[in-house]
C-alpha cells in the first residue's frame, strides 16, 4: 500500500466514479442518490488513505464503501418504502474484503454500457446528453462541465436536474437497447462522443484553441465504450479518428500559442503511440464503410504522411465522396471540396465551395474560400471573405489568426 496524494485521489475519481455511480444506479434507479454515495465513499476516501495507505484495488473499495453508503441512507429515511429487493441488490453489489484482495479491479463493464446508453438517450437534447454523460461516466464537476461549455453553474445544475427528470419522468429504461434498436441508439451515443471530443479539439468560445481535458475524457469515455462492444466497428473506428486527431495537439500551436496551419507542422511533436494506435485500429476495420470508418481512414493518410508534400490528397478526395454519399451535409461537401483543391489546384476546389448551400453562418466556409482566393491571386475577395469568417469566429486563439491573414493580404492591395 502507498500513501495517495490529492492528485492521485482526484485521478482516481475521474477513472473510477463512473464505474461505481453506474452499478449504484442499476439498484437504486436513481442517479442523485448514486452520486451522494460515490462521492460521500470518496469522502471517507481522503480521511482513511493517507492514514492506513492505498488500498490494493481502490475501485472496488470504492464501490463497496458507496454501496454501505448508500445501505445506511435507505436505512435511515424512514419516510421512504425500503424495498427489500432493493437492500438486496445493494448487499450483492460489492465483493467482500477477500475478494477484493484477490481481483485487481472490479470488471462492471455492463453497467457502465447501460449508463451510456441511458446518458445519451434520444429523448434528450444534445447538450443534456453531452453533460449528464460527463458528470456520471466522467466525474467531472457541474462548475467543471459549466465551464467548458460557457454557461453558469446554475444553468448547467439546471440542465442536469431537467435531464434526470426527463430520465425518471420518461421512464427511460436502464438497459443496453435491444439489438433491432442498437444501431440507431449506437448513433446517438457515438455522436454525443464525438461532440464531447470536438469541443475539446477545437473550443468555440474558451481562452485557449483546444481543451485538452474534454478531449481526453471523450477518448477515455469512448476506451469504455470499445472495452464493452468490442465487434462494433464504428465504435473502434471513433476511437481511432480520436486518437489520429488528438496525436497533433503538440504541433497546433506555436510557442507563442498561435495557430500552426497542418501543412506547417512539425511532425515530429505528432504523438507516435496515439498514431500507431489509432493506425491499428483503422486496420482492424477492414472494408466497413460507415461514417467514422470513413473519417478514421483520412485521418490516417495524414498521419501516414511524414511531410505534408506526401499527403494522398487523390485519396482523401475520394473518401470524402464516399463519405458525402453515406452522410450527405454541407459541412462534408465542404470538407471534400477542400481535399479537391488540394489534389487539383484551388480553382477546382473554389468552384465546389462556391456551390455549397447552407453555410454561410459557418465561419470554416468563408476562411477556407479566402484561402483559395488567397492562393489565386484574389487578394481583395479573399480579404472579405476572412473578415466574414472574423465575424462568426468565437475563439480568440482563432480570431487573431484570421486578423493576420486580413494583415498580409491588405499588404498586396495597397
Known sequence: ???????????????????????????????????????EAFVVALERWPRDGMPDTPGAW?????????????????????????????????PSSEELDAEEEPAMPDDRL???????HPALRPQARVALTLRT?????????????????????????????????????????????????????LATLYLIF????????????????????????????????????????????MLLQHSRREARLDNQGEIVLLADQDRSLWDRDQIEEGLGLV????????????????????????????????????????????????VIELNGAIAVAMDRGPEAGLELIDAIDGLDRYAPYHV??????????????????YRRGLELSTNPVQRGFLERQIEELEKNVE
Not at 445506511?72 to 429487493?85: F, G, I, W
Not at 468555440?204 to 462494433?232: F, K
Open 137 to 189: 461516466l466522467g466525474g467531472l464537476t457541474t462548475a467543471e462541465i459549466a465551464s467548458a461549455f460557457l454557461v453558469s453553474e446554475s444553468t448547467m445544475a439546471q440542465r442536469l436536474v431537467r435531464a434526470k427528470g426527463k430520465i425518471r419522468d420518461a421512464g427511460i429504461p436502464y438497459e443496453v437497447p435491444s439489438a433491432d434498436q442498437l444501431p440507431e441508439r449506437l448513433t446517438s451515443v
Open 283 to 330: 486496420d482492424s476495420l477492414g472494408g466497413v464503410v460507415g461514417p467514422y470508418a470513413i473519417q478514421a481512414r483520412i485521418a490516417a493518410e495524414h498521419a501516414r504522411a511524414d511531410r505534408a508534400e506526401q499527403t494522398d490528397w487523390q485519396r482523401i478526395a475520394r473518401l470524402y465522396g464516399r463519405l458525402q454519399r453515406i452522410q450527405p451535409t454541407p
Open 368 to 385: 477556407s474560400r479566402a484561402d483559395l482566393l488567397g492562393r489565386l491571386g484574389r487578394d481583395q475577395e479573399a480579404i472579405e471573405a
Open 1 to 39: 500500500m502507498g500513501t495517495p496524494s490529492d492528485q492521485l485521489v482526484d485521478r482516481l475519481f475521474r477513472h473510477e466514479s463512473g464505474r461505481a455511480v453506474a452499478s449504484l444506479i442499476r439498484v437504486l434507479g436513481d442517479f442523485d442518490a448514486a452520486e451522494d454515495a460515490v462521492q
Open 114 to 120: 447501460r449508463l451510456i446508453f441511458t446518458c445519451c
Open 198 to 241: 470536438n469541443e475539446g479539439y477545437f473550443a468555440s468560445g474558451s481562452e485557449g484553441l483546444i481543451r485538452t481535458e474534454l478531449a481526453d475524457e471523450a477518448i477515455r469515455l469512448t476506451r469504455v465504450l470499445v472495452e464493452t462492444l468490442p465487434d462494433d466497428p464504428e465504435a473502434r473506428a471513433l476511437l481511432a479518428l
Open 62 to 94: 470504492i464501490t463497496r464503501v458507496a454501496r454501505n453508503k448508500a445501505i445506511d441512507r435507505l436505512r435511515r429515511e424512514k419516510t421512504l418504502q425500503v424495498k427489500k429487493e432493493v437492500l438486496e441488490g445493494l448487499e450483492a453489489l460489492a
